[in-house]
């Protein structure tokens, strides 16, 4: 990399906004939105457990959380990816490509993936509140 600080702040930015993006899809979306009882009913009307609503809240809250401080920023991305993919596969990917389409297209959840990869792989860049310890094993592309 030509610029390191660069490439952590970016690496920050991408951890950040994914962050936000779980909180606001937790709190703002499912919760004050739809309501749990309403979270819960999607989720049924999709073939997929009620109690799979409660699992999915907790995880995008804390998750969302835990991104935005940069704690264990690796694992939490790779703990999010299954919430992504089902979105993808038992809501989204009937739906066809364009978000905009009626019940929302599948290529935002999937961009969201394929970014929560993308920050596994680069860390949690700076502005982290929890650095890896040291000496501990740093994958040699984290920033």
Same mark, same amino acid.
């Given at each position: ?25 937790? #709190? ?47 694992? #939490? ?36 993936? #394929? ?29």
């Amino acid at each position: 990399m030509s610029n390191p600080s660069a490439a952590a702040y970016g690496t920050a930015l991408l951890r950040i906004s994914l962050g936000i993006m779980f909180l606001a899809h937790s #709190v703002l979306l499912k919760l004050l939105t739809y309501g749990l009882a309403g979270t819960v009913g999607f989720f049924e009307s999709v073939g997929l457990p009620g109690s799979l609503a409660h699992l999915t809240i907790a995880a995008e809250l804390l998750g969302g959380m835990l991104l935005i401080l940069g704690i264990r920023t690796r694992a #939490v991305a790779l703990a999010l990816t299954p919430f992504l993919a089902g979105a993808i596969v038992f809501v989204h990917l009937p739906n066809g490509w364009v978000f905009t389409a009626p019940g929302g297209g599948w290529e935002y959840p999937a961009f969201l993936l #394929v970014a929560l990869f993308a920050q596994a792989l680069l860390g949690e860049g700076a502005l982290a509140r929890a650095r890896p310890a040291a000496g501990r094993s740093r994958l040699p592309i984290a920033g």
